[in-house]
């Protein structure tokens, strides 16, 4: 199972954090991709990065340049740090587990957590 915490409201040009607790699987346990997704609204889904088993990141190209993925392997969490927030980054933030690097083919999801950008 996959849950995610953070806040719900994060004020313009702050930095948002997220965290994924992870249940039953270990995120060092390969060929496992841990990943980060939104959905605005209105929107589709969009993939936000990935942090493999082996602690390696990749990151869309839009949001690469705010965005850093990280984990915590004592406590089976990683975190989503996407920083200098705007309106434009609300949205329902979702963790979840891919079979594969790079895959979409997502086999277990949080239930999402709503976070809005505003002053």
């Known amino acids: 199972q996959l849950h995610e915490s953070g806040p719900g409201l994060v004020k313009p040009s702050q930095t948002l954090v997220l965290t994924c607790t992870v249940t039953?699987?270990?995120?060092?346990?390969?060929?496992?991709?841990w990943n980060w997704l939104r959905q605005s609204p209105g929107k589709g889904l969009e993939w936000v990065g990935t942090i493999y088993y082996d602690g390696s990141t990749y990151y869309t190209p839009s949001l690469e340049s705010r965005t850093a993925i990280s984990r915590d392997t004592s406590k089976n969490q990683f975190s989503l740090h996407l920083s200098s927030v705007t309106p434009d980054d609300t949205a329902v933030y979702y963790c979840?587990?891919?079979?594969?690097?790079?895959?979409?083919?997502?086999?277990?999801w949080g239930q999402g957590t709503q976070v809005t950008v505003s002053s």
């Open positions: 979840a587990r891919a079979p594969a690097l790079l895959s979409d083919d997502y086999d277990t």
């Open positions: 039953g699987d270990a995120i060092t346990a390969s060929p496992y991709a």
